[in-house]
C-alpha cells in the first residue's frame, strides 16, 4: 500500500487539549533549566548584585531615618523601604534581559530554537520565568540583609512564599518589557541604552522610596500605571501586613505579564531575521 493511500487514522495528529498544554509547560519548564544553568558558569553573579540593596538599605535607608522627613505611618522609613527594594533589586535584574535574546541571537542559538517545534511563546515565558526564580534569591538576600539590621519584616513563610510569587510576576513582565524592545531595537548597544533610560524612570516613578500621598499630581499618574508600584503593594501587604488591594495588584501584575508575553513572542521573529 502507498503512503498516499494510507487510512486517514494512521496519520499522527497534533495534540490538543490537555496533552498539548502539558507539552508546552514541559518546554518551558526546559528553557527556564537551560537558563538557569547558565548561573553556573559565575557563580558570583547573584552575590554581586545583593551588593546595590544592601547598599541601599545601608546608606540611603538608614540616613533618611534617621532625618525622618518621610512620612510612613505606623511602619519605619526601613521597613517601608525594603519591599521596594526588592522589587527595585528584582527590576535591574529582568530590564536587561532582552540583552541575552540578543547574544543568542549573534551565537546563532536563537535560529535554532526558531526552527524547533517549541512556540515563541515558550521560549519567551521560559525566560521570564527564569527571571524571576533568578530574583527569588534577591528576595532572600534583601530579607536577609534586613533582618539583620532589626526591620520588622514578617517571619511568616506563606507570606514570604506568596511574596516571592509577586517578584516573580513583576520580573516576568519587566524581563517581556526587555524582550520586546529587544525585538524593535534588535542592536545589543542600543538595547543597553534604553534599559538604562528607562531603568531609574521606572524606579523613581513608583511608590518603592516615598508614599503616593506626598508625590506631586503628575508623578501620581505614572505610579498609577507603573506596573512596579502594584508589585511594591503586594509585598507591602504581604511583608509588612499594611492595608493593600491584594486582587487588584495580582490581577494587574498578571495581565501585565501575560500581555508583555505576547508582544515579546510577537516580536521574537523579527529579532532573528
Excluded at 57 to 84: K, M, N, W
Excluded at 163 to 179: D, E, I, K, T
Excluded at 237 to 258: C, E, Q, R
Aim: some cysteine; proline content about 4%.
Amino acid at each position: 500500500m502507498s503512503a498516499d493511500s494510507q487510512p486517514a487514522h494512521n496519520l499522527i495528529r497534533a495534540p490538543r487539549g490537555w496533552r498539548r498544554l502539558r507539552g508546552w509547560a514541559n518546554r518551558v519548564g526546559a528553557l527556564t533549566l537551560v537558563e538557569l544553568q547558565k548561573l553556573s558558569h559565575d557563580r558570583t553573579e547573584l552575590l554581586i548584585r545583593l551588593i546595590q540593596p544592601a547598599l541601599w538599605l545601608l546608606i540611603f535607608g538608614q540616613t533618611f531615618s534617621h532625618l525622618r522627613i518621610i512620612e510612613t505611618g505606623s511602619v519605619s522609613y526601613l521597613a517601608f523601604l525594603a519591599p521596594g527594594i526588592i522589587a527595585q533589586s528584582a527590576l535591574f535584574i529582568s530590564i536587561f534581559y532582552g540583552i541575552q535574546l540578543v547574544w543568542d541571537r549573534d551565537a546563532g542559538i536563537l535560529a535554532k530554537l526558531m526552527v524547533t517545534p517549541t512556540p515563541a511563546a515558550a521560549l519567551i515565558t521560559g525566560k521570564a520565568a527564569a527571571a524571576g526564580v533568578r530574583s527569588i534569591v534577591q528576595v532572600i538576600g534583601v530579607l536577609a540583609i534586613a533582618y539583620l539590621m532589626g526591620v520588622a519584616l514578617t517571619t511568616n513563610p506563606l507570606r514570604i512564599l506568596a511574596a516571592m510569587g509577586v517578584v516573580v510576576l513583576g520580573s516576568a513582565f519587566f524581563a517581556c518589557l526587555s524582550m520586546t524592545l529587544a525585538g524593535l531595537v534588535r542592536n545589543r548597544d542600543r538595547l543597553i541604552g534604553i534599559g538604562q533610560a528607562i531603568t531609574f524612570p521606572l524606579f523613581f516613578a513608583s511608590n518603592a522610596l516615598y508614599p503616593v500621598e506626598i508625590m506631586p499630581e503628575w508623578l501620581r499618574w505614572l505610579s498609577a500605571v507603573n506596573p512596579l508600584s502594584y508589585e511594591v503593594n503586594a509585598l507591602r501587604g504581604l511583608l509588612l501586613g499594611t492595608p493593600s488591594n491584594m486582587v487588584l495588584d495580582l490581577a494587574v501584575l498578571v495581565v501585565a505579564a501575560v500581555l508583555g508575553v505576547i508582544a515579546a513572542s510577537a516580536l521574537l521573529r523579527r529579532l532573528v531575521r
